[in-house]
């Protein structure tokens, strides 16, 4: 899933350049033409709120597996901004609503519609994060979207069409494992690496975290290498297991506003392993979550404090720590993606 679209929507010309990201993921992806639709309504009506509403912002099209193991492949596009914030997010949602000009405002109520499954995170005077995910097959009618226990979003370093990241998840009966993976460098070469790290995970889900990059180390040979961070839940020992080998970085919520940072052994997977590779173990409690990421985010960022925001869908805190770590003073140096792993959360925000 290497391909990445990002599109800074600054002027209407920009809304065109969206809905043509989202056509060209819905190609890549083989997407049917209802579906591919469907991806250009949300695209379109999400650039336009940029404009409107935000002054600007940018649109992320990323291709994700599908849900439950689906065959094929789901484009997920998301729309990140620093603007004024949306008030009432539940009335945002309702077609017929509007802050812009007595328009009809029916555009965000569309996307949840359209999309297989539709977030929104807002606060006023903080900005917007939306997350919609078009499927392969359009989802039951008025049936809420299956909660997903992880979630990521992933952009490249100067807008290059192929990132060297890549992140991935597996539910193997009570462990649930995530993979994050930064190829060596960036560009082709560095996402084939990291492509091969998240296919590798779906053969071996049901092993420890060791063990899964032992057997990533041996895929990874014919290729130039990964920095790989593993994470596996037990959901029936409430137990996290992590181990990486890389400059892959791990933090864990403990706490209302204590965070743990793991930090991964020195190496390359597929090129240099360590002859031991450390296991950190923590307790896993109702409000924990996992946020890993690789080394293109400032390693300085600050967790969300918010709790809306942490008990939200993980795609759109994974959006929402991208978006809030960078800023011009600190643009993008490398392939950059995060990682959320949040499973089994009672309270979702609206």
């Known amino acids: 899933m290497s391909r990445v679209w990002e599109v800074p929507v600054h002027d209407s010309t920009r809304v065109r350049d969206a809905r043509m990201a989202a056509r060209e993921a819905c190609d890549d992806s083989g997407l049917a033409p209802a579906r591919t639709a469907a991806a250009e309504l949300v695209a379109t009506e999400l650039a336009t709120n940029l404009l409107k509403h935000a002054g600007g912002g940018l649109m992320v099209v990323n291709l994700v597996e599908p849900p439950a193991g689906g065959a094929g492949t789901s484009v997920q596009l998301y729309s990140l901004d620093h603007g004024p914030g949306v008030a009432d997010v539940d009335a945002a949602l309702r077609d017929g609503y509007s802050t812009a000009g007595g328009s009809l405002g029916a555009g965000l109520g569309s996307c949840r519609r359209s999309a297989n499954a539709f977030h929104l995170y807002s606060r006023p005077g903080r900005g917007t994060v939306a997350a919609a995910r078009i499927d392969p097959e ?14 990521g979003i992933t952009v490249s370093l100067g807008h290059d069409a192929q990132c060297g990241d890549a992140w991935g998840w597996v539910r193997s009966g009570a462990l649930v494992t995530l993979l994050l993976a930064d190829g060596l460098g960036h560009g082709a070469k560095a996402a084939h690496a990291s492509t091969a790290a998240v296919a590798e995970l779906r053969r071996t889900g049901h092993l420890p975290p060791a063990e899964i990059l032992r057997r990533l180390h041996t895929a990874l040979r014919p ?41 991964s052994h020195p190496g390359i997977v597929g090129a240099y392993f360590p002859a031991q590779v450390p296991v950190r173990r923590l307790p896993w409690h ?17 967790p969300p404090q918010d709790p809306w925001l942490l008990a939200h869908d993980p795609s759109v805190l994974a959006a929402a720590i991208l978006r809030d770590a960078g800023s011009p003073a600190r643009p993008v140096r490398d392939d950059t993606s995060v990682a959320v792993l949040a499973p089994d959360r009672r309270t979702l925000a609206p």
Do not use: C, F, I, K
């Open 286 to 302: 109702q409000d924990s979550l996992l946020v890993m990421h690789s080394d293109g985010l400032p390693s300085r960022w600050t």
């Open 223 to 263: 290729t130039r290498g990964a920095a790989v961070t593993v994470a596996q839940l037990d959901t029936d020992r409430a137990e996290l297991s992590v181990a990486g080998v890389g400059n892959v970085a791990a933090r864990v919520r403990t706490g209302q506003s204590s965070w743990t940072s793991l930090v």
């Open 138 to 151: 359009p989802g039951e009618r008025g049936a809420a979207p299956a909660r997903l226990p992880a979630g």
